[in-house]
Nanobody
Framework: QVQLVESGGGLVQAGGSLRLSCAAS????????MGWFRQAPGKEREFVAA????????VYADSVKGRFTISRDNAKNTVYLQMNNLKPEDTAVYYC????????????????????WGQGTQVTVSS
């Protein structure tokens, strides 16, 4: 059984920073690509960022490129999302997810290809 637990969310003013963490237990680690998604009230869950199993490749949604950084520490089974220059439109519940084994890297934004999800952590950015 795989468990993903996010932490680090909170309330921050526009222009501020937060660092989210996603601690994984069970079958995880460098064999799996990982992703961050977010869901704002009344909206679909959307892709934010993904990182390859080794950590050598990362990709971002256009809306966060240049402001967010995804990273991982496989020794600690933890994935991070550093969020800088936050904007009110970044307000959402943020979820980390494990990509299914054997799926190709280029499908990183497809939610259906992620098999385990955390419970989410709330990020609220005030203007």
């Amino acid at each position: 059984q795989v468990q993903l637990v996010e932490s680090g969310g909170g309330l921050v003013q526009a222009g501020g920073s937060l660092r989210l963490s996603c601690a994984a237990s069970g079958r995880s680690g460098s064999s799996y690509h990982m992703g961050w998604f977010r869901q704002a009230p009344g909206k679909e869950r959307e892709f934010v960022a993904a990182i390859s199993g080794s950590g050598g490749t990362t990709v971002y949604a256009d809306s966060v490129k240049g402001r967010f950084t995804i990273s991982r520490d496989n020794a600690k089974n933890t994935v991070y999302l550093q969020m800088n220059n936050l904007k009110p439109e970044d307000t959402a519940v943020y979820y980390c997810a494990r990509k299914k084994a054997g799926t190709i890297w280029s499908d990183y934004s497809r939610r259906a290809l992620y098999d385990y999800w955390g419970q989410g952590t709330q990020v609220t950015v005030s203007s």
